[in-house]
């Protein structure tokens, strides 16, 4: 398919699990798979801007485990998703390209149910501005694993016992669980298989969701579910047909039903 015949929605493909994983990987596979149709873009979560802010600093040398500093730092973790999917990853979606999140809201609530924070119903709320994926790719693999991978990656300094077994333990069960809400687009997929097969379910489960954009978008019915908090419910799935609700950051008039790009609630 050329760019002009790109249809207005972009798809948005989140790519979670815990550290080595094989997110990298498998989000470089997806590109390399999409990057004919289409133009895809990958993107990190959190961005550099958090990674390199003082503030958020200054917050994560405080106790991990205090509930007020880990609250701080969550606020300012939905900041950095909000701006970021204000200027990088709405605008792309706009345009009709892919996105793919190395890490996206499922990995931020994992990481703050890790350090302690047992309110998720606020952190989900905190965060309901981000555009709700077309699809999640949870990339399951034991937490041994993950270990053995992290001290055998290229330019790795780390030894077996630098690395916090425990919450990476935590971090799996919180992924398998979803207490966030269950979701008809989270798909979990063993990653502690070969590459090549993982990334066969991978490319399935992305086509798959592109196709279902398309045939949305065709019927000019939203892309995806608009709020990232609820759940993708048989009732919110229902009502698909309505419009999407207004951008609240951007000064674009609200979208047409046909071009519905603005996921954003
Ligand atoms: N399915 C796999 N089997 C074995 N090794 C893998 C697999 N996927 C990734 N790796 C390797 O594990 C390490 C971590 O992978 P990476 O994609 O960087 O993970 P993440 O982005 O989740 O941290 C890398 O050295 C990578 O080559
Ligand atoms: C994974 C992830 C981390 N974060 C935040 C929490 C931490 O303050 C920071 C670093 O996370 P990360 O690099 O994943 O963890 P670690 O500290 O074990 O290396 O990024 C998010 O905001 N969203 C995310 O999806």
């Known amino acids: 398919m050329s760019t002009e015949e790109t249809p207005t929605r972009g798809l948005l493909v989140a790519v979670c699990g815990?550290?080595?994983?094989?997110?990298?990987?498998?989000?470089?596979?997806?590109?390399?798979?999409?990057?004919?149709?289409?133009?895809?873009?990958?993107?990190?979560?959190?961005?550099?801007?958090?990674?390199?802010?003082?503030?958020?600093?200054?917050?994560?040398?405080?106790?991990?485990?205090?509930?007020?500093?880990?609250?701080?730092?969550?606020?300012?973790?939905?900041?950095?998703?909000?701006?970021?999917?204000?200027?990088v990853i709405c605008p792309r979606l706009d345009r009709g390209e892919t996105v793919i999140a190395d890490q996206y809201v499922f990995s931020t609530y994992t990481f703050f149910q890790a350090c302690g924070l047992t309110e998720m119903d606020w952190l989900v709320q905190l965060n309901r501005f981000a555009p709700a994926p077309d699809v999640t790719l949870y990339l399951d693999v034991p937490a041994e694993t993950?270990?053995?991978?992290?001290?055998?990656?290229?330019?790795?300094?780390?030894?077996?016992?630098?690395?916090?077994?425990?919450?990476?333990?935590?971090?799996?069960?919180?992924?398998?669980?979803?207490?966030?809400?269950?979701?008809?687009?989270?798909?979990?997929?063993?990653?502690?298989?070969?590459?090549?097969?993982?990334?066969r379910d991978v490319l399935s489960l992305v086509d798959s969701a592109a196709q279902d954009l398309e045939d949305r978008t065709r019927k000019g019915a939203p892309a995806r579910s608009a709020d990232i908090a609820a759940p993708c419910s048989p009732a919110k799935e229902a009502s698909a047909t309505e419009p999407s609700p207004k951008d609240p950051f951007s000064s674009e008039p609200p979208p047409t039903p046909e071009q519905g790009t603005s996921v954003l609630v």
């Open 18 to 87: 815990i550290d080595a994983s094989g997110k990298t990987t498998q989000a470089a596979r997806i590109a390399e798979h999409l990057r004919d149709s289409r133009p895809v873009h990958i993107t990190r979560q959190p961005t550099d801007l958090y990674r390199g802010d003082d503030l958020v600093r200054s917050v994560e040398s405080l106790d991990r485990r205090t509930p007020e500093a880990m609250r701080e730092l969550a606020l300012l973790a939905a900041f950095d998703l909000a701006r970021h999917a204000r200027t």
């Open 146 to 199: 993950a270990a053995s991978r992290i001290v055998h990656r290229e330019g790795s300094l780390r030894q077996k016992q630098d690395i916090d077994l425990r919450r990476l333990i935590d971090s799996r069960q919180t992924y398998l669980e979803q207490p966030w809400g269950r979701r008809t687009t989270y798909h979990v997929v063993d990653g502690a298989r070969p590459i090549d097969e993982a990334a």
